[in-house]
């Protein structure tokens, strides 16, 4: 018989699968929309800003573009410098929170040295670098306590809920800053950077009921030094919030002009580059009431759109807030979203008759190399803070 060939069949072996767990994949790409609401808020300021400032450039330098001009270069540098900060780790301005923080400190005390700070519409709130121009030393300030309270809060974990370790050492460092920024005097940066640092201490887990307290005696404090000499200015601008024509033309010049800029502007506006409160009416269009120009030019619609991009980008930023894992980069992030959210609110309240005339730029839009090169940088750090927020799922 013929061999036949016989085929063994091994068994099959069962490979065991492994168990699907979630994944988890750190995001190496930068928030996208964080960028395009950011680059959007630049066009839109600069267009707004050279629609109301040539009249005023015109006038005061024969220059019609020389506020444009200037805010175009530092908007460039400020959009690379924010691309380059953006790959920084943001870990490193932690170890360096002490001296940002006391930098700032310095630069408010120069500030008050006579001979040093520089004057302008009876206050003295800048300095002058030679070559460079005129800078505020408080929108330096906002920065370090953005970066010193995130740091020192995170640092110091759960004894953040007690009055050691929480709320003392930080209210003594408002205290400091608001003093100082009293002799200049500063309301609208006293407000921002104590809103600031209270929105970080709140996210880090201070007790809330520390709030009360501390909000009672500063309402019996206010109270009482109201009638003192000392604040009368702040009587004065309260009398003026309340009614802006009661002195038209002095303190209540801003609001009322203010308004009328506003009210000019109906649902679509006059025009982009037809508005006339502009033409040496409105007291600076180009930096606090340019957000009052803009509605003049483009209405109620004009008006809306840029308060949603506004509200898209401070979304945006809480977003990455809450997405990061690490506490110091959420209260980072949290402190860079709140000073944005309450710079944007204040200048809105103001221009609208809502808070009292305090000088508070708008962000991205207001003319100021320095303040637009400070809010790009932090943008900046927000998107490098995007670049380690983590997902489930992608």
């Known amino acids: 018989m013929p061999r036949q060939s016989v085929q063994l069949y091994e068994p099959e072996q069962r490979v065991p699968q492994k168990v699907k767990k979630p994944r988890v994949s750190r995001v190496k790409k930068m928030d996208f929309s964080t960028v395009i609401m950011v680059v959007l808020l630049m066009i839109v300021g600069l267009i707004a800003l050279f629609s109301a400032s040539y009249p005023t450039a015109l006038y005061n330098f024969n220059d019609p573009t020389r506020f444009i001009r200037n805010q175009f270069i530092f908007a460039v540098v400020g959009m690379v410098a924010m691309l380059i900060v953006s790959r920084v780790d943001y870990h490193i301005y ?3 929170s002490k001296q940002i923080f006391i930098f700032g400190i310095i630069l408010l005390v120069l500030v008050l040295i006579p001979g040093v700070g520089v004057s302008h519409n009876n206050a003295t709130r800048w300095l002058e670098v030679p070559g460079l121009g005129e800078f505020q030393p408080s929108e330096i300030m906002k920065t370090g306590v953005i970066v010193a309270f995130a740091y020192y809060a995170a640092k110091a974990g759960p004894k953040i809920r007690t009055v050691r370790y ?10 400091v800053i608001a003093g100082l920024l009293y002799r200049e005097p500063h309301l609208s940066a006293t407000v921002i950077i104590i809103g600031v640092g209270l929105c970080i201490l709140f996210v880090a887990g201070i007790r809330v009921w520390y709030f009360f307290p501390i909000g009672a005696a500063a309402g019996v404090a206010f109270a009482l ?3 003192t000499p000392i604040f009368a200015h702040v009587r004065d601008r309260i009398a003026v919030w309340l009614d802006p024509f009661i002195d038209l033309t002095g303190d209540g010049w801003q609001g009322a002009n203010s308004f009328v800029a506003i009210g000019s502007g109906g649902f679509w506006g006059l025009g982009l580059g037809q508005g006339r409160q502009k033409y040496l009416y409105l007291p600076e269009p180009q930096n606090d009431f340019i957000f009052s120009s803009w509605c003049e030019e483009t209405g109620f619609i004009g008006a809306v759109l840029v308060m949603l991009l506004f509200a898209y980008l401070i979304y945006r930023g809480f977003y990455i807030a809450r997405g990061c894992k690490d506490k110091f980069g959420c209260l980072l992030a949290v402190g860079i979203t709140a000073k944005l959210a309450i710079q944007t609110l204040i200048n809105l309240f103001v ?3 809502l808070f009292p005339v305090t000088g508070a730029s708008l962000p991205f839009f207001s ?4 303040a637009l090169l400070i809010q790009l940088g932090e943008m900046g750090i927000l998107l490098n803070i995007s ?3 983590t997902r489930d799922g992608t």
């Open 387 to 389: 670049r380690h927020i």
């Open 351 to 353: 221009v609208s008759g």
């Open 166 to 175: 929480g709320i003392l050492p930080y209210l003594g460092a408002l205290a």
């Open 94 to 96: 932690g170890r360096f």
């Open 367 to 370: 003319y100021g190399g320095t």
């Open 225 to 227: 030094a109201y009638n």
